[in-house]
C-alpha cells in the first residue's frame, strides 16, 4: 500500500427494493425512504437512499479492497446530497471510488473516498482509516 494507490472502484445501482431490506435492516422506516407522497409532500423529489446506506457502500469499496474488513478501524462522512432512487426497476446508480491519502508512522492510513450520483457528489469528505 502506497500514497496514491487507487482502489478499484465499484457502481452500485440502489433500487427501492433495496431500501424496504435496509429498513428493515436497521429499522429506519422513514417513509422519506419509501413512500413517494410524503417523501415530495416534505419537499424532496422522490423517496431518497438511506444515508447510512450510501456511507456502508462507500466503506464496502475499502473493505472489498482490503480483503479483511477487520482493518478497517475508522469511516465516516457528512451527507450533503441526497440519492434519489426512482420506481422504474433500474434504481440509482451511485459509483464509488477511493485513493491512499496518506500513511502514518504507526501504521495507519487515510482513505479519501468519493460517491457520486446523477453527475455530484453525494457524501462530503467521506474517509477510512486502515490498519496497513
Not at 431490506?21 to 409532500?41: C, Q, V
Not at 471510488?97 to 453527475?119: E, N, Q
Request: charge should be negative; aromatic fraction near 6%; glycine fraction near 10%.
Amino acid at each position: 500500500m502506497n500514497v496514491g494507490d487507487e482502489l478499484p472502484p465499484l457502481s452500485v445501482r440502489i433500487t427501492r427494493d433495496q431500501l424496504v431490506r435496509y429498513a428493515g435492516a436497521s429499522l429506519d422506516f422513514n417513509p422519506i425512504h419509501w413512500n413517494e407522497t410524503f417523501a415530495k409532500d416534505v419537499g424532496l423529489p422522490d423517496v431518497i437512499a438511506h444515508g447510512m446506506l450510501t456511507m456502508a457502500l462507500a466503506g464496502r469499496v475499502v473493505t472489498d479492497w482490503l480483503g479483511d474488513p477487520g482493518r478497517l478501524l475508522d469511516l465516516s462522512t457528512r451527507f450533503t446530497r441526497p440519492v434519489v432512487v426512482p420506481n422504474d426497476g433500474q434504481g440509482a446508480l451511485v459509483e464509488f471510488t477511493g485513493k491512499v491519502a496518506a500513511i502514518s508512522d504507526d501504521g495507519i492510513a487515510r482513505i479519501d473516498l468519493v460517491a457520486r450520483f446523477d453527475g455530484q457528489t453525494v457524501l462530503g469528505r467521506p474517509q477510512a482509516s486502515v490498519r496497513v
